[in-house]
């Protein structure tokens, strides 16, 4: 008799809560001759919410690609659930299924439907049946406020739109972590409403979010700490309502002269 | 088909002198047929032999190793610059006198027909630009789109088959169209090495029968139709693949 | 995410165009080596079958005769380009005119000479044109076979180059039109003094692309004996003693000779292309 194809989903172990769910030690990431990183150190904590800010070009991107095994790291150790990502032997589908990320861009499938574009991870690389994928998928685009548009192209949706799809669709693949890289940077302004309402409902969900956001006051809504980072460091961290009021490093003062 | 047609031209001829003989006399009708038939099979396969070279050559250019890379810009270079009836004659009869032939019993006969040889060398002809028009729809998908796909834990095998080549195929269609269409125009070529596709059979008849006006009108249709049906269906197909939204 | 996104500009990968990306005169030349060398080889091969001048001797004694021929390919390549260039013009300004009288048949026209192959257009020229003909003060005119050759190279040639203009045209946006109409600009002085010196940067890489193709299709001249290269060549092997040995060098030598002149256009015309494209 033919086995049923193999779901690769089951194995499912919730991580504690009292153990950071995502830490770095000493981030240190270079581009050719070019240090991004300089030793970068954090901690989340499951269900936490952070935001990491700070001026163009500081390595923010990079940091969050380097959690996502993107780009490799050239020295100190990323774990995500205690599974190191800064190891030749990681197993980068294990790694990402915890672990979704969301680009600024969106870079949604444009030859797939917003609902073939949300199904397509998990029925081809998790193998789960479809109906059951379909049943989820179809979920998510209405948890995204999405109802309606499931056959739509992404051609065819706005940015927000398009966002909030890219959005379900790493939500689909059930992560326990989901990183945010600017993900309202090219939208207009009133979509932006839209795609943070999102977010905002994600993490009152208890989702672990990391967030690169340049919207200080949706930063300072959600967040639960506030990273500054400057020249691959960070430079100063706290509380937001400490963080944005009280700052004390004269580069984070400046930067937030010019961005409040 | 031939019974139901046939009257009604026997009749032009005797009335107008419009001689349109592969329409009312059967031999010629023959011929006429087996013409057609020839010269679609080499439209067919002249086609599909540069589709493949086309995508193993792109394939070839992305790769690692230089030399690899340099042998198939060197191919595509000395194809397109070069006149692609020379190509023809030099693959029929400079590489032809070196293929053996083979004894079908009475006569020899060389292995490697005028017809396999013109598919051979329109292949060839056509690949060095598809190869071209294939790499440039590969290198059109952008990076952040396959990482997109890597973050879902699509393995490099199911980025490809997924995202990369329906993207790249779908950005190649409209530049492959224009080429396919006019390497379907270039077999009527095959004429000089005497494959008996239509140029070459409409030329026989318009010899034996004085009636080149009326062939040539036949001739022209004949390839007309072909091209735009061959061009109908590849837009078609572009409309069914268009990326929804990112179209004209 | 920009509409241009997954979209390649068409234009560039069409036969009619000899975009590369790395063309490069270092590549030419390797490449000429190896023909050189392959026709070397394939004569010495043939040398060691047969007695009496070896293929390459052979080849060297009718060089003259070929090369001769290879200067008629551009004398009819020259004369058929300027045909094309100045009723391809014609063709296309009626293309873009505003009359439909005029526009609907030179369509028709321009469509019917783009898409029906060479060779067809070459029987229907050499064999329906009369020899000559009677000019109404009794004076005639001759058209030898290479004139005949010359007009049907053009006739392709020519429609393409309408479509070019057509293009460049319609690729001017309308803004120019208007600001020239409020200027007070007639259509005709809108066209001659703003919009076609526009066109012509645009049009240019593409016009020497169609000319390296009228040139690599000249030598079906042959199929009605004019005696251009390939004829010449065939003839020389022919007198030559027809001997399979000189087949591949004879035919490697005719492949050269178009590469070494198509070649450096090709190159020149894809740095046009890269300049102007730069500059607009
Ligand atoms: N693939 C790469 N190769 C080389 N250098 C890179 C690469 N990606 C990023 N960089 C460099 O690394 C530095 C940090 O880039 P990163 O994209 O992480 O900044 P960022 O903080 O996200 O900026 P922004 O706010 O503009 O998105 C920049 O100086 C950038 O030029
Ligand atoms: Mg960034």
């Not at chain 2, 032939?101 to 056509?126: K, L």
């Not at chain 3, 198509?262 to 292309?273: Q, S």
Request: hydrophobic share 50%; charged share 15%.
């Amino acid at each position: 008799m033919p086995s049923a194809p193999k779901s690769r989903t089951g194995d499912y172990r919730p991580w504690p809560d009292d153990k950071p769910i995502v830490s770095l030690n000493d981030v240190h990431k270079s581009y050719g001759m070019v240090e991004v990183l300089k030793g970068i150190s954090l901690d989340v904590k499951k269900g936490e919410v952070i935001c990491i800010i700070g001026p163009s070009g500081s390595g923010k991107s990079t940091l969050i690609r380097c959690i996502n095994g993107l780009t490799p790291i050239q020295k100190g150790s990323i774990t995500v659930e205690g599974q190191e990502v800064n190891d030749p032997k990681l197993d980068k589908l294990s790694l990402r299924r915890k672990v979704g990320i969301v680009f600024q861009q969106f870079n949604l499938f444009p030859h797939k439907t917003a609902l073939q574009n949300v199904m397509m991870a998990p029925v081809l690389i998790l193998r789960e049946p479809k109906a059951e994928v379909e049943q989820r998928a179809r979920a998510l685009i209405s948890k995204v406020r999405l109802t309606g548009k499931e056959d739509v192209y992404p051609g065819h949706l706005s940015g927000g739109q398009q966002q909030r799809v890219a959005i379900a669709r790493s939500l689909a693949m059930r992560p326990d972590v989901m990183l945010f890289d600017e993900v309202t940077a090219a939208l207009d302004p009133e979509t932006v409403k839209e795609v943070l309402l999102t977010i905002k409902e994600l993490a009152a969900d208890g989702m672990t979010c990391i967030l690169v956001t340049h919207e200080m006051g949706f930063a300072r809504e959600v967040a639960d700490h506030i990273y500054f980072t400057d020249l691959g460091v960070i430079v100063e961290h706290g509380a937001p309502a400490q963080f944005f009021t009280n700052a004390k490093d004269p580069r984070t003062r400046q930067f937030l002269s010019q961005v409040l | 088909m031939f019974e139901l047609i046939a009257p009604f031209f026997r009749h032009l001829y005797e009335r107008t002198g419009l001689n349109f003989i592969v329409f009312y006399d059967p031999h010629e009708f023959g011929r006429f047929v087996a013409g057609i038939s020839i010269s679609l099979q080499l439209i067919f396969w002249s086609l599909l032999l540069s589709l493949v070279i086309g995508v193993v050559g792109a394939w070839t250019q992305r790769s690692q190793s230089a030399i690899w890379r340099g042998c198939v810009h060197a191919y595509i270079q000395a194809f397109r610059n070069t006149p692609p009836m020379i190509q023809l004659l030099f693959f029929y009869f400079a590489l032809g006198a070196f293929t053996p032939s083979v004894d079908m019993g009475g006569y020899t006969q060389p292995i490697i027909s005028s017809f396999v040889w013109a598919v051979i060398s329109f292949g060839i002809f056509g690949g060095a630009f598809n190869v071209e028009i294939f790499r440039a729809g590969l290198d059109a998908v952008p990076e952040s789109t396959l990482e997109a796909a890597e973050s879902l834990c699509f393995s490099r095998w199911q980025t490809y088959t997924n995202v990369t080549l329906p993207l790249a195929f779908r950005i190649s269609l409209p530049a492959l169209t224009n080429n396919l269409v006019s390497l379907a125009k270039t077999t009527s070529l095959a004429y000089v090495i005497a494959v008996p596709e239509m140029t070459y059979v409409l030329n026989q008849v318009w010899s034996d029968n004085i009636n080149v006006p009326e062939m040539m009108l036949l001739l022209f249709l004949y390839y007309v139709l072909v091209v735009t049906l061959l061009a109908t269906a590849l837009h078609a197909l572009e409309r069914r693949l268009v990326l929804p939204g990112y179209g004209q | 995410m920009t509409k241009r996104a997954f979209r390649l500009e068409t234009e560039q990968f069409s036969q009619e165009r000899f975009f590369c990306r790395f063309v490069d005169w270092r590549v030419g030349a390797g490449l000429l080596v190896a023909f050189a060398l392959s026709m070397a080889m394939a004569s010495a091969q043939g040398a060691a079958q047969q007695a009496a001048p070896s293929p390459l001797a052979t080849l060297v004694i009718w060089m003259p005769f070929i090369l001769k021929g290879f200067a008629l390919n551009l004398v009819i390549s020259f004369l058929a380009m300027a045909i094309a260039t100045v009723l391809g013009i014609g063709l296309g300004l009626m293309q873009i005119s505003l009359i439909w009288l005029v526009r609907a048949p030179s369509r028709f026209v321009t469509h019917l000479l783009r898409n029906s192959p060479w060779l067809v257009i070459l029987f229907v020229i050499m064999l329906l044109l009369p020899v000559d003909i009677r000019l109404p003060g009794n004076q005639r005119v001759m058209f030898p076979d290479w004139i005949k050759v010359t007009i049907a190279f053009a006739l392709p040639v020519m429609g393409n180059i309408s479509e070019i203009l057509r293009g460049a045209v319609n690729s001017i946006p309308t803004g120019q039109w208007e600001s020239a109409e409020g200027l007070a600009f007639t259509r005709s002085q809108a066209l001659r003094w703003i919009i076609l010196p526009q066109c012509i940067r645009r049009a240019i890489p593409p016009w020497m692309n169609w000319y390296a193709l009228l040139t690599l299709s000249t030598p079906m001249a042959s199929i009605f004996s004019i005696h251009e290269a390939v004829s010449n060549a065939q003839a020389g092997m022919e007198a030559a003693g027809a001997r399979p040995g000189l087949l591949i060098p004879f035919y490697l030598f005719l492949l050269c000779l178009f590469f070494i002149y198509i070649y450096p256009i090709a190159v020149w015309t894809r740095k046009l292309e890269r300049k102007y494209a730069v500059g607009s």
